[in-house]
């Protein structure tokens, strides 16, 4: 279960889910229906925020090896998404065709800035591409609920998530402002992932499940849970207290709340 995605199946799930999103869109009573897990968004909000994502993330692995993200103009054309339903359909369809149709020349090996520049996820357009699976199958989740009919994730979606949002958007150089602490989290699927957090900042590693009863150095905190719903509680689609938790709370309440950023 330690095998990460080839580049031809992360480009065929950023397919799948864009699909599975527009489907939603187009079968909404309403654009203007609330999305539950974006407070203050309405499904319009969400498919205008779901194609601009994918235009400029498309615009980055395009401009190759920068220091800084390109200009707004490179992948907004100030006009916004169109309220018009079909048209608004058509409108993600082309987003997300810039987007394959960049990544598909790129290939998985070109430079490109990225936000996640001192985590454990290289600066290149194949994690480009392993993320946006997450981001465009996350926000998949988000129409599907606002219909009243969400659906879980594919388990190769899923299974790969639980790594990829560690390795990207946990693991960090900044200092870890609490006691060191580690945090084990293990996917009934079969892949588990332990997180060190201290002084040196957060790093994740691989864990063979079958090893961590005899392991030495214990977690102070654990999570268990299927692959499906550890990804949708890191992303905050659903309470932590979801999963199965065991040893000291509080670190996940102090990870939850830790902004490396600030």
């Known amino acids: 279960m330690e095998t990460i995605l080839n580049f031809p199946e992360l480009l065929r799930m950023i397919d799948e889910r864009s699909a599975a999103f527009r489907a939603a869109v187009a079968s909404a009573p309403s654009l ?21 994502g ?16 390109p200009a707004t103009s490179a992948w907004d054309d100030g006009k916004g998404a169109p309220r018009d339903r079909e048209a608004l359909v058509a ?16 290939g998985p090996d070109r430079g490109c800035w990225t936000w996640w520049g001192d985590s454990q996820s290289p600066q290149t357009s194949g994690a480009v ?32 998530g639980v790594e990829e949002f560690q390795f990207t958007c946990c693991a960090t150089d900044v200092a870890w402002p609490h006691e060191p602490a580690v945090i084990d ?27 961590a009863s005899e392991d030495p150095d214990p977690a102070d905190a654990s999570a268990w849970g ?37």
């Open 129 to 160: 591409a392993r993320h946006q699976v997450q981001e465009v199958a996350v926000h998949t989740y988000d129409a599907q609920l606002t219909l009243g009919a969400p659906q879980p994730l594919p388990d190769d979606v899923a299974l790969d």
């Open 54 to 69: 994918r235009r400029k993330a498309a615009a980055i692995v395009a401009a190759g090896p920068a220091d800084a993200p």
């Open 226 to 262: 299927t692959a499906n719903d550890l990804v949708l509680a890191f992303y905050g689609r659903i309470p932590l207290n979801s999963l199965k938790l065991e040893g000291d709370r509080r670190i996940f309440d102090q990870i939850v709340a830790w902004d490396p950023g600030a």
């Open 32 to 52: 203007d229906v609330p999305v539950p897990t974006c407070p203050g968004w309405t499904l319009f909000d969400l498919a205008q925020h779901l194609g601009m």
């Open 185 to 211: 989290y293990h996917a009934s699927e079969g892949r588990s992932l332990r997180v060190r957090l201290d002084r040196d900042g957060a790093r994740v590693t691989r864990l063979h499940t079958s090893a």
């Open 91 to 106: 409108w993600l369809t082309d987003s997300i065709e810039q987007l394959a149709s960049t990544l598909h020349e790129a």
